[in-house]
């Protein structure tokens, strides 16, 4: 999921009550939330769509969630002794517990690949043990909907609260609400599925307003893929030597590596490009790759 989505996620545990649990409970909860996307840095030494390979991968793996959230509680514990050696440390914070400065850290980042779980573009839940990709289908990246839920839970409780009302409770509330939507979308993507019995499997990928909408893109046995019952690709991937074309590209390696449903096509200028059935729209490099010269040709009588 989009990081303001993950931000609001740890605001809104931390107004159930765990903020009282020690001082810096929401910077830890939110930080936390947000840091298994420090492998956004590849961006500084990876070109093209190598990303792709790298992303939701090591630091989104079950090593990393267990590490990150105590090097966050060890630096945010650094701050508050630093600040308290200045005397510039706030009178209104509370005490830290490590233990739970830990928890709290641990708990915003365990929710970070709950969320990228539910969508289609894939997350690597046991990485280094495993590449295996894991989808959940049930939200686009970003969702509007999901933010009101989240952004109107926090504003109820923090107005609570500083009337001294029942901020918790408002807090768990919205928390109970936005798990129904889940829960309601994952309903959603299932029904999908079912109503498309014809195909070996089907991808069910949700827009980014209409919930209750999805795009079915359904996975033919022989590899190919149909997006509301038409095939993408205007060329099957038989016409590739793809073994080849991961051995000579790296680029091509990564993309494959990440693709969940490669689709080939040839270009207008000649350009033999794949794409991913999920991003269909989206051939401006970011999510495509072109494949090496040499390596595809026309099948015979075309």
């Known amino acids: 999921m989009d990081n303001l989505t993950h931000s609001l996620t740890g605001a809104l545990i931390g107004q159930t009550g765990l903020k009282k649990k020690t001082g810096l409970a929401m910077p830890a909860l939110i930080i936390g939330a947000n840091l298994p996307d420090v492998d956004a840095a590849c961006f500084f030494w990876l070109d093209g769509v190598e990303h792709l390979a790298f992303r939701r991968g090591i630091t989104h793996g079950p ?13 945010l514990w650094g701050w508050d002794r630093w600040q308290a050696r200045r005397g510039k440390r706030p009178e209104a914070r509370l005490p830290i517990h490590f233990g739970w400065l830990y928890s709290v850290a641990l708990i915003g980042c365990l929710t970070h690949p709950a969320l990228d779980l539910l969508n289609v573009y894939g997350i690597r839940l046991l990485e280094p043990f495993s ?37 918790q409770g408002a807090a768990r509330t919205a928390l109970a609400l936005c798990g129904l939507y889940l829960v309601a979308n994952f309903a959603i993507s299932q029904f999908d599925r079912m109503q498309n019995t014809s ?104």
């Open 131 to 167: 590449s295996r990709w894991f989808y959940g289908d049930v939200l686009f990246i970003i969702d509007p909907w999901l933010w009101a839920l989240l952004i109107g839970g926090i504003w109820i409780s923090r107005r609570r609260e500083k009337r001294a009302g029942d901020w």
């Open 63 to 75: 090593i990393a969630l267990l590490l990150l959230p105590l090097l966050l509680a060890g630096l």
């Open 199 to 302: 195909f070996v499997e089907t991808i069910s990928s949700p827009p980014p307003l209409a919930f209750w909408e999805r795009e079915s893109i359904g996975v033919g046995g022989s590899g190919a893929f149909f997006i509301d019952g038409e095939r993408v690709g205007n060329r099957p991937l038989s016409a590739c030597d793809l073994d080849a074309a991961r051995e000579e590209s790296e680029q091509v390696a990564a993309f494959l590596f990440w693709s969940r449903a490669p689709v080939l096509d040839r270009l207008e200028d000649g350009r033999w490009q794949l794409s991913d059935a999920r991003y269909y729209g989206v051939r401006d490099g970011r999510l495509s790759v072109d494949l090496p010269d040499g390596l595809c040709s026309e099948p015979s009588g075309s």
